[in-house]
């Protein structure tokens, strides 16, 4: 607990563009969500619906021929849509659902790369009332079965290239009844043969909206899933700490197959009416700066792996670029290094601002706001209306300057509704009236958190989350497999890598003794978890060992293989069952 860190001075008298919100302690003090209710606007029966908060709202203002989407894929096709274009094409793709018999309350998924098509029906989806899930479009059979069965999603949007990860499992999918490929030849066609009115659905601010599959330690993925009340705190993060203003050109780099691109690429961000590019290729350092200076992009949300990877590809490049439109710069998904943030004062001229959150919690909690001074390496301050504390195993509040549980009081808007049909997983993140976010972390004596690590085994890799029994499962399906332990291995580029212990059959086992026969083995087990699980889920390092640490009861002791792999020391064992 270092207190020693490098502070960034604000003067907001000095920033280009005053911020939406100009003082933090009053207004943080005085704030109450009843008093921002009208933020959003509810229907005359009191009822509402995000989708029209999102974009059909716009439609009565000037807005309505604003570009809600500068589009650009990986071998530069461009496209532009107004919020009107997104409003009509999303009714039209909400007339075509219900034409196929989706209803309210419906699961609908999306498996799709950053397409237009990902935007326009997940703001349809959700004008019909149904509830939109998405799917990240590295999932291979097993991520995409596990999570289309447990939501008993009732329709998959995806194309024809990802369709084929479904087939052999679609006939296990009983509850799926269509598969809607967005590039055959006629669709286009026959979205735009539908009726460009559609009569939304009035939603209570408790139905649910949207639900995203997430990774914890044990088990399958869990479906977390958000009411149409989430978009209040996505619509007001998005204002105060993305600070969108009306001229702005906003880019953020995550993937809507992920609660950020869900909640600040289409939700939050339109909702404030943002200009917004989405770039659906790969990256590349020159790409992306190519990017921010052909848009002319203001505001630029991304992660500290992206921060890393930019960094390492020099000082010299950024200035090939012009980058002088850029005003406000921020990151999330991992811990941002200090390094990062000088980094970027340094060639961008601006500070990282980091920003805490999870898919649980739907939009920002723990923030660094544009008009606070930034401890560099400081995850920041509570957003509005949330009140966060370090509490202990029993939720018992640590005060400053102790290590504990990242803890908040239950009732924001976008804290998640349930976990799709597990209860008790849902009840499980509640302790002593704190909802647990299942990071640790301190704050310090001003209010500024920070963060420790995770309290379970969850793994971030170049920001995504992967669960380890996921990962595990997948090695055990292949024939040389008895068993597997997974962990995430710090990573200086990627924050962390997945690492898998493997326990091989007694032939493999013999084999393996052979180097260049072991090499080839670890090469083909990452490839079987490519292949069946995700391609961006798959150990980058196995090591084949004999025996995996469990307790008594048969868990395996990941904690005491990260131990070892970090040569710590391996602390109590004394529920250990052998070792
Ligand atoms: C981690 C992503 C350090 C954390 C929006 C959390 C962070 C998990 C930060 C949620 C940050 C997120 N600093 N760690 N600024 N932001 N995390 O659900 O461990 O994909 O619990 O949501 O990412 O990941 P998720």
Same mark, same amino acid.
């Given at each position: 607990?270092?207190?020693?860190?490098?502070?960034?001075?604000?003067? *907001?008298?000095?920033?280009?563009?005053?911020?939406?919100?100009?003082?933090?302690?009053?207004?943080?003090?005085?704030?109450?969500?009843?008093?921002?209710?009208?933020?959003?606007?509810?229907?005359?029966?009191?009822?509402?619906?995000?989708?029209?908060?999102?974009?059909?709202?716009?439609?009565?203002?000037?807005?309505?021929?604003?570009?809600?989407?500068? &589009?650009?894929?990986?071998?530069?096709?461009?496209?532009?849509?107004?919020?009107?274009?997104?409003?009509?094409?999303?009714?039209?793709?909400?007339?075509?659902?219900?034409?196929?018999?989706?209803?309210?309350?419906?699961?609908?998924?999306?498996?799709?790369?950053?397409?237009?098509?990902?935007?326009?029906?997940?703001?349809?989806?959700?004008?019909?009332?149904?509830?939109?899930?998405?799917?990240?479009?590295?999932?291979?059979?097993?991520?995409?079965?596990?999570?289309?069965?447990?939501?008993?999603?009732?329709?998959?949007?995806?194309?024809?290239?990802?369709?084929?990860?479904?087939?052999?499992?679609?006939?296990?999918?009983?509850?799926?009844?269509?598969?809607?490929?967005?590039?055959?030849?006629?669709?286009?066609?026959?979205?735009?043969?539908?009726?460009?009115?559609?009569?939304?659905?009035?939603?209570?601010?408790?139905?649910?909206?949207?639900?995203?599959?997430?990774?914890?330690?044990?088990?399958?993925?869990?479906?977390?899933?958000?009411?149409?009340?989430?978009?209040?705190?996505?619509?007001?993060?998005?204002?105060?700490?993305?600070?969108?203003?009306?001229?702005?050109?906003?880019?953020?780099?995550?993937? =809507?197959?992920?609660?950020?691109?869900?909640?600040?690429?289409?939700?939050?961000?339109?909702?404030?009416?943002?200009?917004?590019?989405?770039?659906?290729?790969?990256?590349?350092?020159?790409?992306?700066?190519?990017?921010?200076?052909?848009?002319?992009?203001?505001?630029?949300?991304?992660?500290?792996?992206?921060?890393?990877?930019?960094?390492?590809?020099?000082?010299?490049?950024?200035?090939?670029?012009?980058?002088?439109?850029?005003?406000?710069?921020?990151?999330?998904?991992?811990?941002?290094?200090?390094?990062? *943030?000088?980094?970027?004062?340094?060639?961008?001229?601006?500070?990282?601002?980091?920003?805490?959150?999870?898919?649980?919690?739907?939009?920002?909690?723990?923030?660094?706001?544009?008009?606070?001074?930034?401890?560099?390496?400081?995850?920041?301050?509570?957003?509005?209306?949330?009140?966060?504390?370090?509490?202990?195993?029993?939720?018992?509040?640590?005060?400053?300057?102790?290590?504990?549980?990242?803890?908040?009081?239950?009732?924001? =808007?976008?804290?998640?509704?349930? *976990? &799709?049909?597990?209860?008790?997983?849902?009840?499980?993140?509640?302790?002593?009236?704190?909802?647990?976010?299942?990071?640790?972390?301190?704050?310090?004596?001003?209010?500024?958190? &920070?963060?420790?690590?995770?309290?379970?085994?969850?793994?971030?890799?170049?920001?995504?989350?992967?669960?380890?029994?996921?990962?595990?499962?997948?090695?055990?399906?292949?024939?040389?497999?008895?068993?597997?332990?997974?962990?995430?291995?710090?990573?200086?580029?990627?924050?962390?890598?997945?690492?898998?212990?493997?326990?091989?059959? =007694?032939?493999?086992?013999?084999?393996?003794?052979?180097?260049?026969?072991?090499?080839?083995?670890?090469?083909?087990?990452?490839?079987?978890?490519?292949?069946?699980?995700?391609?961006?889920?798959?150990?980058?390092?196995?090591?084949?060992?004999?025996?995996? =640490?469990?307790?008594?009861?048969?868990?395996?002791?990941?904690?005491?293989?990260?131990?070892?792999?970090?040569?710590?020391? *391996?602390?109590?064992?004394?529920?250990?069952?052998?070792?």
């Amino acid at each position: 607990m270092d207190n020693s860190a490098q502070v960034y001075k604000k003067n *907001i008298d000095l920033l280009k563009v005053k911020p939406n919100l100009t003082e933090y302690e009053n207004t943080y003090k005085n704030f109450s969500w009843d008093n921002v209710r009208n933020e959003l606007e509810w229907f005359p029966d009191g009822k509402i619906n995000i989708a029209y908060n999102a974009v059909d709202r716009h439609l009565n203002s000037p807005r309505k021929d604003k570009i809600a989407l500068y &589009w650009e894929g990986d071998n530069a096709e461009k496209k532009q849509y107004t919020f009107a274009d997104i409003a009509r094409l999303s009714n039209q793709f909400g007339n075509f659902l219900k034409s196929r018999g989706v209803a309210r309350g419906d699961r609908v998924f999306i498996f799709l790369p950053r397409i237009p098509y990902l935007y326009i029906s997940f703001i349809g989806i959700l004008k019909i009332g149904a509830i939109a899930g998405t799917l990240f479009s590295a999932f291979q059979e097993q991520a995409l079965f596990d999570r289309l069965e447990n939501s008993g999603a009732k329709v998959l949007i995806t194309d024809k290239e990802l369709a084929v990860r479904i087939q052999n499992v679609r006939e296990k999918l009983p509850n799926l009844k269509e598969v809607v490929i967005v590039d055959d030849e006629n669709f286009d066609n026959t979205i735009q043969s539908q009726s460009t009115d559609l009569a939304m659905e009035h939603m209570d601010q408790n139905d649910y909206a949207f639900m995203l599959y997430t990774s914890g330690t044990t088990g399958k993925p869990k479906g977390v899933v958000h009411r149409h009340y989430a978009l209040l705190s996505e619509h007001l993060t998005a204002k105060y700490i993305l600070d969108i203003h009306e001229e702005d050109i906003y880019w953020c780099t995550a993937d =809507p197959g992920w609660v950020t691109g869900i909640a600040y690429e289409i939700l939050g961000s339109w909702s404030n009416g943002a200009t917004e590019v989405v770039y659906s290729g790969r990256f590349s350092s020159e790409k992306w700066y190519q990017i921010l200076a052909d848009y002319k992009v203001t505001v630029w949300y991304t992660a500290p792996t992206a921060v890393r990877m930019l960094m390492a590809s020099g000082d010299e490049l950024v200035k090939k670029y012009d980058l002088s439109h850029l005003r406000h710069i921020l990151s999330v998904g991992e811990p941002l290094n200090p390094e990062a *943030i000088r980094w970027g004062l340094k060639v961008y001229g601006l500070a990282f601002h980091d920003t805490w959150w999870q898919t649980e919690t739907g939009a920002m909690m723990l923030v660094n706001f544009p008009c606070n001074d930034i401890k560099l390496g400081s995850m920041g301050k509570p957003f509005l209306g949330i009140t966060a504390e370090i509490v202990d195993d029993s939720g018992n509040g640590l005060g400053a300057k102790t290590e504990g549980h990242i803890a908040f009081k239950p009732g924001w =808007p976008s804290m998640m509704q349930t *976990i &799709w049909q597990r209860q008790e997983k849902y009840d499980s993140y509640f302790v002593n009236g704190w909802y647990i976010s299942g990071d640790r972390g301190w704050k310090d004596e001003d209010g500024y958190f &920070w963060f420790i690590g995770r309290s379970d085994d969850v793994i971030k890799t170049s920001g995504e989350r992967v669960g380890p029994f996921e990962v595990e499962s997948a090695l055990v399906e292949h024939p040389a497999v008895i068993e597997a332990g997974v962990i995430g291995k710090p990573d200086e580029l990627r924050g962390e890598i997945i690492k898998a212990f493997v326990v091989l059959r =007694p032939e493999f086992a013999q084999k393996v003794k052979d180097q260049a026969y072991a090499e080839t083995l670890k090469q083909e087990l990452a490839q079987h978890v490519k292949k069946h699980l995700a391609g961006h889920a798959y150990p980058r390092e196995i090591e084949f060992i004999d025996k995996l =640490p469990k307790t008594r009861s048969g868990k395996i002791m990941r904690r005491i293989l990260k131990a070892k792999e970090l040569g710590q020391p *391996i602390g109590d064992t004394s529920t250990l069952e052998e070792y």
